[in-house]
C-alpha cells in the first residue's frame, strides 16, 4: 500500500511562516520573527527529509490536493508529482533555503525591514516548492511566476535606494520577455495534447518520432520552453537582469541567484526531456544557448572587481555549463552539476556576505586583500568552494563538470573545448577572486563602530575587519562540507542510474572508451590548475603585470570591463525607443488621453450612478416592495427565456 506522504505540507510551511511574519511580524521581536522563519522553513526540510526516506519503492507518487479547473475536457487539478527528479529539486531548495535562512539571522539582524525581508524569503521558498512539486505545466507556472514576483521583491528588498528598485525592474520585466514565449509554447501543448498534465502530455508524446526531418510542433515547443529558461535562467540574450540582481541582500543573491531560482529553468527543461529527446533541432539550440553563455559570461568574470559580480557572472556561466549538458542529452549531468553547483556557490555568495560584513559593507575586491588573518574560517570556506569550482579533484564541482564535459565530448568536440576553456578561465577568475581578497596587504579602510568611513553597499561597519558571529559561519561549514562530499554521489554513475527512471534512454550513448575518458578528466584538472598557477603569477607573484596587460589590451579590455556593452545596446535598441520621441509622445497620449481619463471618468461616472441608485434606498416600504417585484419580473422573464431556449 503506497504511504500518503502529504506533500502539500512541503510548500504550506514557508507559506504560513510568511503570512505569520507578514501580517505579524512588524509588531514583534526580531527574535520572534526570526523563530517563525526559521521553524517553518526548517519543518519543510525536515518533512521533506520524511519523504525522501518515505517514498524508496513508490516513486513516482502522485497527490491530489483539490480540483481545480474544468473546462471542456481539459482539466487542471491542484496536484503534486513526486519522482526522483522532483526529490532532488526538493532537498536542494528546502536544505539550502534553511541554511541561508539561518545565516540571514546574523547577517540581516539590524536591518529596519528585518521581518519583512523573512516574510519574502518564506514566500519564496513556497513558490519555488510548488514549481519543483507541481504535476502540471500549468501549476508550475503559478511557482514559475510566484518566484518571479518574491525574486523582485527581494532583488528590491532595499527600495530607497534607486539602483536596487531599477534592478528589481529589470528582473521583472526581463522575465516576463520570457515568460511569454513559455506560455506560448504552454498553448500549443493545450491545443494539441488537450493536457497540461506531466504524464497525460507525455504519454501523448512517446508513441511520436523524432522530429529529424525539420522544425516540427515538438521542436516549436521545445524552443519557446527554452526562451522561457533564458529569461528564468539568465542565458542570453536574456542574462542581463542577473548581475544587476546583486543589489539585494547577500543572502538573496544566495537563495535565489545561486541555489535556486536561476536552476528553475534547468529544471523545466529537464521536466520536459520528453519533447526534447524528440526535437533534435530544439535540443541544439538548448546546447548551442547554454555553451555560449557558459564561455561569454565567464570573460566577463575575468575583469570585475565587485566580489559579488563576480559570483554573479560565474552563475550565468554555470548554468551555461548546465544547459549545455541538457542539449546534449546529458540530463543526469545538468541536474548533478545543479545540485554541486548550489552547494559550493551558495557557499561563495554567502562567504563573500561574510567578507562584506568584516570589512564593513565594502565590495570592491581592490580595496580588500589579506583577510585570511581577519576572517580565517570564512578563508578556509570559501576556499573549499573555490576548488570546488574550478572543478579541482575531488571536490564536488570536479564530478559534475567532469561529466558534462566527458558527455558533451561524445555527442560534439566543440561543445567539450569550449567548455573545456571555459573551465580554465573559470578557475582563473576565481583563484583571482580569493588572491585578491585574502591575500597580501589590506588595502580597505579603516572603519570605526558605526561604520562612518565604509563606502559598502550592505552597511555593516564594525571597526577593524572581523569575523562573523557563528549563526553565519555554521551554514558555511556545513556547505563547505557539502561542497567537499557532494560530488562523491556521482562515482560509478550512482546519480545517473538514481535518475534512470525519469530519463531513462535520454542520455547520451556512451561511444568513446574508458581510456579516453581518463584522459579527458586528466586534461580538465590540468587545465584547472593551469588557471590556478596564472591567477597566482597575475595577482601574487607578479602583480604589476594585471594594469599591463590591461594597457595593453586597450579597446578589447574596456569592452570586458563594460560587459561587452550589452546593457548599453540593448538600452539603444529597446529602451529609448520606448521613452524618446514620437513614441514617447504616443506612449504619454495612451497615458493621459486613454488610461487618466478612462479612471478619471469611471470616477465621475460612478458617482453619478450611485447617486441615483441611493434614491432606492428611501426607507419607504411600498418603494421596496416595488423595487422587489421588479427584481422578480426580470428573474422569471430570464428564466422562462431560457426554458424556451432549452
Given at each position: 500500500?503506497?504511504?500518503?506522504?502529504?506533500?502539500?505540507?512541503?510548500?504550506?510551511?514557508?507559506?504560513?511562516?510568511?503570512?505569520?511574519?507578514?501580517?505579524?511580524?512588524?509588531?514583534?521581536?526580531?527574535?520572534?520573527?526570526?523563530?517563525?522563519?526559521?521553524?517553518?522553513?526548517?519543518?519543510?526540510?525536515?518533512?521533506?527529509?520524511?519523504?525522501?526516506?518515505?517514498?524508496?519503492?513508490?516513486?513516482?507518487?502522485?497527490?491530489?490536493?483539490?480540483?481545480?479547473?474544468?473546462s471542456g475536457s481539459f482539466t487542471a487539478d491542484f496536484a503534486f508529482y513526486l519522482d526522483q527528479l522532483s526529490l532532488v529539486m526538493l532537498l536542494v531548495v528546502t536544505g539550502v533555503g534553511f541554511l541561508i535562512h539561518v545565516y540571514s539571522v546574523g547577517y540581516m539582524w539590524e536591518d529596519p525591514g528585518y521581518y519583512r525581508f523573512f516574510s519574502y524569503l518564506n514566500l519564496f521558498l513556497f513558490?519555488?516548492?510548488?514549481?519543483?512539486?507541481?504535476?502540471?505545466?500549468?501549476?508550475?507556472?503559478?511557482?514559475?511566476?510566484?518566484?518571479?514576483?518574491?525574486?523582485?521583491?527581494?532583488?528590491?528588498?532595499?527600495?530607497?535606494?534607486?539602483?536596487?528598485?531599477?534592478?528589481?525592474?529589470?528582473?521583472?520585466?526581463?522575465?516576463?520577455?520570457?515568460?511569454?514565449?513559455?506560455?506560448?509554447?504552454?498553448?500549443?501543448?493545450?491545443?494539441?495534447?488537450?493536457?497540461?498534465?506531466?504524464?497525460?502530455?507525455?504519454?501523448?508524446?512517446?508513441?511520436?518520432?523524432?522530429?529529424?526531418?525539420?522544425?516540427?510542433?515538438?521542436?516549436?515547443?521545445?524552443?519557446?520552453?527554452?526562451?522561457?529558461?533564458c529569461g528564468k535562467s539568465a542565458q542570453i540574450p536574456l542574462y542581463i537582469w542577473l548581475p544587476d540582481a546583486m543589489e539585494g541582500p547577500t543572502p538573496v543573491s544566495a537563495l535565489i541567484h545561486a541555489a535556486t531560482m536561476v536552476t528553475a529553468g534547468v529544471y523545466m527543461v529537464a521536466r520536459s526531456h520528453v519533447i526534447f529527446e524528440r526535437a533534435p533541432v530544439a535540443l541544439t539550440v538548448v546546447a548551442i544557448i547554454g555553451t555560449l553563455t557558459a564561455l561569454f559570461a565567464a570573460t566577463i568574470g575575468i575583469a570585475q572587481t565587485d566580489i559579488k559580480k563576480v559570483l554573479a557572472y560565474s552563475t550565468v556561466s554555470q548554468l551555461g555549463y548546465m544547459f549545455m549538458a541538457c542539449g546534449v542529452g546529458a540530463?543526469?549531468?545538468?541536474?548533478?552539476h545543479l545540485m554541486t553547483h548550489a552547494f559550493f556557490k551558495g557557499l561563495l555568495f554567502l562567504a563573500a556576505g561574510s567578507v562584506i560584513h568584516a570589512v564593513g559593507g565594502e565590495q570592491d575586491m581592490r580595496k580588500m586583500g589579506g583577510l585570511r588573518t581577519y576572517i580565517p574560517v570564512t578563508f578556509a570556506t570559501m576556499l573549499i568552494a573555490t576548488i570546488a569550482i574550478a572543478g579541482i579533484p575531488p571536490l564536488a564541482g570536479f564530478w559534475s563538470k567532469d561529466e558534462i564535459l566527458w558527455q558533451a565530448y561524445q555527442t560534439n568536440w566543440v561543445y567539450w573545448l569550449i567548455g573545456l576553456i571555459t573551465a580554465f578561465i573559470t578557475s582563473f577568475y576565481m583563484f583571482r577572486l580569493l588572491f585578491m581578497t585574502f591575500f597580501g596587504d589590506y588595502h580597505g579602510i579603516h572603519v570605526d563602530e558605526h561604520g562612518r568611513s565604509s563606502h559598502g553597499h550592505d552597511g555593516h561597519g564594525h571597526g577593524e575587519p572581523h569575523e562573523s558571529p557563528m549563526v553565519m559561519l555554521v551554514p558555511l561549514?556545513?556547505?563547505?562540507?557539502?561542497?567537499?562530499?557532494?560530488?562523491?554521489?556521482?562515482?560509478?554513475?550512482?546519480?545517473?542510474?538514481?535518475?534512470?527512471?525519469?530519463?531513462?534512454?535520454?542520455?547520451?550513448?556512451?561511444?568513446?572508451?574508458?581510456?579516453?575518458?581518463?584522459?579527458?578528466?586528466?586534461?580538465?584538472?590540468?587545465?584547472?590548475?593551469?588557471?590556478?598557477?596564472?591567477?597566482?603569477?597575475?595577482?601574487?607573484?607578479?602583480?604589476?603585470?594585471?594594469?599591463?596587460?590591461?594597457?595593453?589590451?586597450?579597446?578589447?579590455?574596456?569592452?570586458?570591463?563594460?560587459?561587452?556593452?550589452?546593457?548599453?545596446?540593448?538600452?539603444?535598441?529597446?529602451?529609448?525607443?520606448?521613452?524618446?520621441?514620437?513614441?514617447?509622445i504616443l506612449w504619454q497620449g495612451v497615458d493621459r488621453k486613454v488610461i487618466d481619463d478612462s479612471i478619471n471618468d469611471a470616477a465621475d461616472g460612478a458617482r453619478h450612478v450611485s447617486d441615483e441608485v441611493r434614491h432606492m434606498q428611501s426607507g419607504n416600504l411600498r418603494s421596496?416592495?416595488?423595487?422587489?417585484?421588479?427584481?422578480?419580473a426580470v428573474l422569471i422573464a430570464y428564466m422562462i427565456w431560457l426554458g424556451v431556449r432549452g
Open positions: 500500500m503506497t504511504p500518503n506522504l502529504n506533500l502539500w505540507l512541503i510548500p504550506v510551511l514557508p507559506l504560513a511562516g510568511a503570512a505569520i511574519n507578514g501580517f505579524l511580524g512588524k509588531k514583534s521581536s526580531r527574535a520572534a520573527v526570526s523563530v517563525v522563519a526559521l521553524f517553518f522553513s526548517g519543518a519543510a526540510f525536515v518533512w521533506a527529509l520524511a519523504v525522501a526516506f518515505r517514498s524508496f519503492g513508490t516513486l513516482p507518487y502522485e497527490e491530489y490536493v483539490a480540483h481545480w479547473i474544468r513558490f519555488m516548492l510548488t514549481l519543483v512539486l507541481a504535476n502540471n505545466y500549468l501549476l508550475m507556472f503559478i511557482g514559475w511566476e510566484g518566484v518571479g514576483l518574491a525574486s523582485y521583491l527581494l532583488i528590491g528588498f532595499w527600495f530607497t535606494k534607486d539602483s536596487a528598485a531599477s534592478a528589481g525592474k529589470k528582473a521583472f520585466i526581463v522575465n516576463r520577455i520570457g515568460d511569454f514565449g513559455f506560455l506560448i509554447g504552454l498553448f500549443l501543448i493545450i491545443q494539441h495534447f488537450h493536457s497540461l498534465n506531466f504524464t497525460q502530455v507525455f504519454d501523448q508524446i512517446h508513441p511520436i518520432a523524432s522530429e529529424t526531418a525539420g522544425a516540427g510542433l515538438l521542436t516549436s515547443i521545445g524552443i519557446l520552453l527554452m526562451v522561457g529558461a540530463f543526469s549531468a545538468g541536474i548533478f561549514m556545513i556547505l563547505a562540507f557539502l561542497s567537499l562530499v557532494g560530488g562523491l554521489v556521482g562515482i560509478g554513475n550512482r546519480f545517473e542510474h538514481f535518475l534512470a527512471p525519469v530519463f531513462g534512454s535520454a542520455e547520451a550513448a556512451q561511444t568513446a572508451g574508458h581510456g579516453t575518458e581518463l584522459l579527458l578528466m586528466l586534461v580538465s584538472v590540468v587545465v584547472a590548475l593551469l588557471g590556478a598557477m596564472l591567477a597566482w603569477l597575475l595577482y601574487l607573484s607578479k602583480p604589476y603585470l594585471p594594469q599591463k596587460i590591461a594597457a595593453a589590451l586597450g579597446g578589447f579590455y574596456e569592452a570586458v570591463v563594460n560587459k561587452y556593452y550589452v546593457d548599453e545596446l540593448y538600452a539603444t535598441v529597446f529602451v529609448k525607443p520606448l521613452v524618446d520621441g514620437s513614441t514617447k421596496y416592495a416595488g423595487w422587489i417585484a421588479a427584481g422578480a
